[in-house]
Protein backbone atom coordinates (compact mmCIF):
# COMPACT_ATOMS: atom_id res chain seq x y z
CA UNK A 1 0.00 0.00 0.00
CA UNK A 2 1.00 3.63 -0.46
CA UNK A 3 -0.73 5.41 2.10
CA UNK A 4 -0.25 9.47 2.41
CA UNK A 5 -1.49 12.38 4.37
CA UNK A 6 -3.05 15.29 2.29
CA UNK A 7 -5.71 18.46 2.35
CA UNK A 8 -9.04 17.56 0.42
CA UNK A 9 -11.36 20.57 0.06
CA UNK A 10 -9.46 22.16 3.05
CA UNK A 11 -10.08 18.97 5.35
CA UNK A 12 -6.72 17.12 6.60
CA UNK A 13 -7.16 13.32 5.92
CA UNK A 14 -5.17 10.40 5.43
CA UNK A 15 -5.59 7.09 2.81
CA UNK A 16 -4.41 4.99 0.20
CA UNK A 17 -2.91 6.36 -3.02
CA UNK A 18 -4.20 4.14 -6.14
CA UNK A 19 -2.32 5.02 -9.71
CA UNK A 20 -4.13 8.27 -9.84
CA UNK A 21 -6.79 8.04 -7.42
CA UNK A 22 -6.33 9.14 -3.75
CA UNK A 23 -8.74 6.64 -1.36
CA UNK A 24 -10.00 8.78 2.01
CA UNK A 25 -10.04 5.94 4.32
CA UNK A 26 -9.25 8.29 7.19
CA UNK A 27 -13.17 9.40 6.88
CA UNK A 28 -13.99 5.82 6.74
CA UNK A 29 -12.12 5.01 9.79
CA UNK A 30 -12.49 7.98 11.92
CA UNK A 31 -13.70 6.54 14.73
CA UNK A 32 -11.44 4.35 15.24
CA UNK A 33 -7.93 6.52 14.50
CA UNK A 34 -7.38 10.10 14.48
CA UNK A 35 -4.63 10.25 11.95
CA UNK A 36 -2.41 8.23 10.16
CA UNK A 37 0.16 7.63 12.67
CA UNK A 38 -2.74 6.73 14.90
CA UNK A 39 -3.50 3.94 12.36
CA UNK A 40 0.56 2.61 12.26
CA UNK A 41 -0.09 2.99 16.03
CA UNK A 42 -2.58 0.08 15.98
CA UNK A 43 -0.81 -1.76 13.02
CA UNK A 44 -3.04 -0.90 10.44
CA UNK A 45 -6.06 -2.66 11.32
CA UNK A 46 -9.33 -1.85 8.73
CA UNK A 47 -7.13 0.13 6.17
CA UNK A 48 -7.53 -2.70 3.67
CA UNK A 49 -11.37 -3.94 3.95
CA UNK A 50 -12.05 0.20 4.74
CA UNK A 51 -9.91 0.95 0.94
CA UNK A 52 -13.21 -0.45 -1.30
CA UNK A 53 -15.79 1.60 0.43
CA UNK A 54 -13.69 5.03 0.61
CA UNK A 55 -14.33 8.26 -1.35
CA UNK A 56 -11.91 8.56 -4.77
CA UNK A 57 -10.46 11.85 -5.35
CA UNK A 58 -7.98 12.74 -8.24
CA UNK A 59 -4.70 13.11 -6.80
CA UNK A 60 -4.36 16.27 -9.01
CA UNK A 61 -7.39 17.69 -6.71
CA UNK A 62 -5.40 16.83 -3.63
CA UNK A 63 -2.78 18.63 -1.32
CA UNK A 64 -0.28 16.71 -0.08
CA UNK A 65 1.04 17.51 3.20
CA UNK A 66 3.96 15.59 5.12
CA UNK A 67 3.28 11.67 4.85
CA UNK A 68 3.25 11.72 9.13
CA UNK A 69 2.76 15.63 10.19
CA UNK A 70 2.94 14.71 13.77
CA UNK A 71 5.78 12.06 14.40
CA UNK A 72 7.20 12.01 17.90
CA UNK A 73 10.87 12.41 16.62
CA UNK A 74 12.59 12.55 12.97
CA UNK A 75 16.59 11.79 13.59
CA UNK A 76 18.60 12.17 10.90
CA UNK A 77 21.92 9.61 9.80
CA UNK A 78 24.38 11.96 8.42
CA UNK A 79 27.63 11.15 6.38
CA UNK A 80 26.37 7.92 6.08
CA UNK A 81 27.65 7.25 1.94
CA UNK A 82 30.85 7.03 1.43
CA UNK A 83 31.12 9.55 -1.29
CA UNK A 84 29.27 12.04 1.42
CA UNK A 85 31.81 11.43 3.61
CA UNK A 86 34.73 11.67 1.83
CA UNK A 87 33.71 15.06 0.09
CA UNK A 88 33.08 16.75 3.51
CA UNK A 89 36.23 15.86 4.81
CA UNK A 90 35.44 14.11 8.02
CA UNK A 91 36.71 11.42 9.57
CA UNK A 92 35.17 7.13 9.59
CA UNK A 93 32.94 6.24 12.71
CA UNK A 94 32.33 3.59 14.57
CA UNK A 95 28.27 4.39 15.08
CA UNK A 96 26.09 6.61 12.94
CA UNK A 97 26.29 10.14 13.06
CA UNK A 98 22.53 11.50 14.05
CA UNK A 99 20.95 14.19 14.67
CA UNK A 100 17.14 15.75 14.94
CA UNK A 101 14.47 17.46 13.00
CA UNK A 102 11.48 19.09 14.19
CA UNK A 103 7.96 18.08 12.80
CA UNK A 104 7.16 21.78 11.90
CA UNK A 105 9.94 21.76 9.74
CA UNK A 106 8.54 20.02 7.29
CA UNK A 107 6.26 20.48 4.46
CA UNK A 108 5.15 18.04 1.70
CA UNK A 109 5.55 16.71 -1.97
CA UNK A 110 4.45 19.86 -4.61
CA UNK A 111 4.40 22.33 -1.53
CA UNK A 112 7.70 24.80 -1.87
CA UNK A 113 10.86 24.69 -0.23
CA UNK A 114 11.33 28.08 1.29
CA UNK A 115 14.79 30.03 1.33
CA UNK A 116 15.03 31.63 4.47
CA UNK A 117 15.77 35.46 4.49
CA UNK A 118 18.61 35.04 7.24
CA UNK A 119 20.79 32.87 4.15
CA UNK A 120 21.18 31.82 0.58
CA UNK A 121 23.04 28.69 1.12
CA UNK A 122 20.03 26.48 0.84
CA UNK A 123 21.34 22.39 -0.11
CA UNK A 124 19.31 19.16 -1.33
CA UNK A 125 19.91 16.12 0.40
CA UNK A 126 17.74 13.26 -1.14
CA UNK A 127 17.32 10.58 1.50
CA UNK A 128 15.05 7.41 1.91
CA UNK A 129 13.19 8.20 5.11
CA UNK A 130 11.88 4.86 7.35
CA UNK A 131 8.53 5.20 8.74
CA UNK A 132 8.62 3.49 12.17
CA UNK A 133 5.38 1.03 13.05
CA UNK A 134 6.05 -0.85 15.61
CA UNK A 135 7.50 0.64 19.23
CA UNK A 136 10.73 -0.24 20.63
CA UNK A 137 13.27 0.23 22.84
CA UNK A 138 16.82 -1.71 22.40
CA UNK A 139 15.94 -3.37 19.05
CA UNK A 140 18.13 -6.26 17.76
CA UNK A 141 19.57 -5.76 14.02
CA UNK A 142 18.09 -8.97 13.85
CA UNK A 143 14.70 -8.05 14.49
CA UNK A 144 14.78 -4.43 13.36
CA UNK A 145 13.15 -4.35 10.22
CA UNK A 146 9.95 -5.96 11.65
CA UNK A 147 9.61 -2.39 13.66
CA UNK A 148 9.56 -0.64 9.63
CA UNK A 149 5.86 0.23 8.65
CA UNK A 150 7.33 1.77 5.37
CA UNK A 151 9.18 3.67 3.43
CA UNK A 152 9.12 7.40 2.06
CA UNK A 153 11.40 9.98 0.05
CA UNK A 154 12.81 12.38 2.05
CA UNK A 155 14.70 16.22 0.80
CA UNK A 156 16.29 16.86 4.23
CA UNK A 157 17.37 20.59 2.60
CA UNK A 158 19.98 22.14 4.45
CA UNK A 159 21.01 25.81 5.55
CA UNK A 160 24.53 25.49 5.41
CA UNK A 161 25.66 28.56 6.48
CA UNK A 162 23.21 28.16 10.22
CA UNK A 163 24.44 24.30 10.18
CA UNK A 164 28.35 25.88 10.20
CA UNK A 165 28.11 27.81 12.94
CA UNK A 166 29.24 24.86 15.17
CA UNK A 167 29.62 21.46 15.21
CA UNK A 168 26.02 21.11 15.89
CA UNK A 169 23.63 20.35 12.90
CA UNK A 170 20.51 21.46 14.73
CA UNK A 171 19.69 25.02 13.41
CA UNK A 172 20.67 24.46 9.83
CA UNK A 173 18.37 21.41 9.86
CA UNK A 174 14.84 22.88 11.19
CA UNK A 175 14.43 25.89 9.16
CA UNK A 176 10.04 26.00 8.09
CA UNK A 177 9.34 24.14 5.17
CA UNK A 178 12.96 22.66 4.66
CA UNK A 179 12.25 19.35 5.01
CA UNK A 180 10.49 17.93 2.55
CA UNK A 181 8.68 14.05 2.54
CA UNK A 182 6.46 12.73 0.19
CA UNK A 183 4.34 12.06 -1.64
CA UNK A 184 3.59 8.99 0.37
CA UNK A 185 4.99 6.17 2.72
CA UNK A 186 5.34 2.58 0.60
CA UNK A 187 4.95 -0.76 3.09
CA UNK A 188 7.54 -3.02 2.75
CA UNK A 189 5.63 -6.16 1.00
CA UNK A 190 4.78 -3.78 -1.87
CA UNK A 191 8.76 -2.11 -2.30
CA UNK A 192 10.63 -5.45 -1.08
CA UNK A 193 14.65 -5.59 -1.42
CA UNK A 194 16.36 -2.31 -0.31
CA UNK A 195 19.95 -2.48 -1.55
CA UNK A 196 19.92 -2.37 -5.42
CA UNK A 197 17.36 0.13 -5.35
CA UNK A 198 18.58 3.66 -6.66
CA UNK A 199 17.96 6.62 -5.11
CA UNK A 200 19.26 10.02 -7.87
CA UNK A 201 18.35 14.09 -7.01
CA UNK A 202 17.51 16.21 -9.76
CA UNK A 203 18.13 19.89 -9.50
CA UNK A 204 16.13 21.52 -12.36
CA UNK A 205 16.69 18.45 -14.49
CA UNK A 206 20.64 17.80 -13.72
CA UNK A 207 21.63 14.96 -11.76
CA UNK A 208 23.21 16.12 -8.64
CA UNK A 209 22.98 13.09 -6.61
CA UNK A 210 23.03 9.27 -7.70
CA UNK A 211 23.46 6.16 -5.59
CA UNK A 212 22.21 2.90 -4.67
CA UNK A 213 20.88 1.94 -1.13
CA UNK A 214 24.04 -0.75 -0.83
CA UNK A 215 26.36 2.20 -0.36
CA UNK A 216 25.16 3.00 3.04
CA UNK A 217 27.90 2.69 5.43
CA UNK A 218 24.87 1.83 8.10
CA UNK A 219 22.25 -0.09 6.92
CA UNK A 220 18.86 0.35 7.79
CA UNK A 221 18.82 -2.51 10.72
CA UNK A 222 22.22 -1.09 11.70
CA UNK A 223 20.34 2.52 12.42
CA UNK A 224 17.00 0.80 13.95
CA UNK A 225 19.52 -0.55 16.32
CA UNK A 226 21.41 2.29 17.26
CA UNK A 227 18.94 5.06 17.53
CA UNK A 228 16.66 2.48 19.66
CA UNK A 229 19.61 2.14 21.91
CA UNK A 230 19.57 6.03 23.03
CA UNK A 231 15.63 6.25 22.78
CA UNK A 232 12.56 4.66 22.23
CA UNK A 233 11.14 4.77 18.39
CA UNK A 234 7.52 5.26 18.65
CA UNK A 235 4.56 4.28 15.61
CA UNK A 236 5.41 7.02 12.95
CA UNK A 237 8.90 8.06 14.25
CA UNK A 238 10.67 8.76 10.87
CA UNK A 239 14.84 8.21 10.35
CA UNK A 240 16.07 9.93 7.11
CA UNK A 241 19.09 7.61 6.82
CA UNK A 242 21.42 10.05 4.87
CA UNK A 243 22.02 11.02 1.85
CA UNK A 244 24.69 10.51 -1.12
CA UNK A 245 27.74 12.18 -2.08
CA UNK A 246 27.01 15.42 -5.08
CA UNK A 247 25.64 17.81 -2.29
CA UNK A 248 25.58 21.95 -3.36
CA UNK A 249 28.25 22.95 -0.76
CA UNK A 250 31.05 21.04 -1.97
CA UNK A 251 31.17 21.42 -5.69
CA UNK A 252 33.12 24.21 -7.01
CA UNK A 253 31.15 26.31 -6.69
CA UNK A 254 28.73 25.70 -4.93
CA UNK A 255 25.13 24.72 -5.76
CA UNK A 256 22.75 26.19 -3.97
CA UNK A 257 18.92 26.00 -4.31
CA UNK A 258 17.62 29.71 -5.02
CA UNK A 259 13.48 30.50 -5.74
CA UNK A 260 12.13 28.91 -9.06
CA UNK A 261 14.21 26.17 -9.13
CA UNK A 262 12.84 22.85 -9.27
CA UNK A 263 14.07 20.15 -6.88
CA UNK A 264 13.55 16.31 -7.47
CA UNK A 265 14.36 12.96 -5.28
CA UNK A 266 13.11 9.58 -7.30
CA UNK A 267 13.68 6.32 -5.40
CA UNK A 268 13.10 3.13 -7.96
CA UNK A 269 9.66 2.13 -7.31
CA UNK A 270 8.59 4.16 -4.25
CA UNK A 271 8.22 7.23 -6.54
CA UNK A 272 9.37 11.00 -7.06
CA UNK A 273 9.52 13.85 -4.74
CA UNK A 274 9.25 16.99 -6.19
CA UNK A 275 9.54 20.93 -5.02
CA UNK A 276 9.82 24.01 -6.25
CA UNK A 277 12.24 26.58 -4.47
CA UNK A 278 10.82 30.25 -3.09
CA UNK A 279 12.30 33.15 -0.65
CA UNK A 280 10.55 33.14 2.51
CA UNK A 281 8.05 35.90 2.60
CA UNK A 282 9.35 39.04 3.43
CA UNK A 283 8.46 40.18 7.42
CA UNK A 284 7.70 37.02 9.06
Known amino acids: MKLSTVRVAGRTTWGVVENDRFRDVGAVLAGRYADLKAALAAGLPGVSDAVAS?????????????????????????????????????????????????????????????RPKVSTDLDYEGELA?????????????????????YAIYNDGSVRDYQRHTHQFTPGKNF?????????????????PLSDLRIQTRLNGQVVQDAIFAQMIF????????????TRLEA????????????????NPPLWMK??????????????LRNPIVDEAVGL
Open 176 to 192: PDTGAFGPWMMTPDELG
Open 219 to 230: DIAHQIEYCSSF
Open 259 to 272: PGDIVEVEIDKLGI
Open 54 to 114: AAQTPVADIEWLPVVPNPDKILCVGLNYEMHRQETGRSEVENPTIFARYANSQTGHLAPIV
Open 130 to 150: IVIGKPGRYISRADALSHVAG
Open 236 to 251: GDVIASGTPGGVGAKR
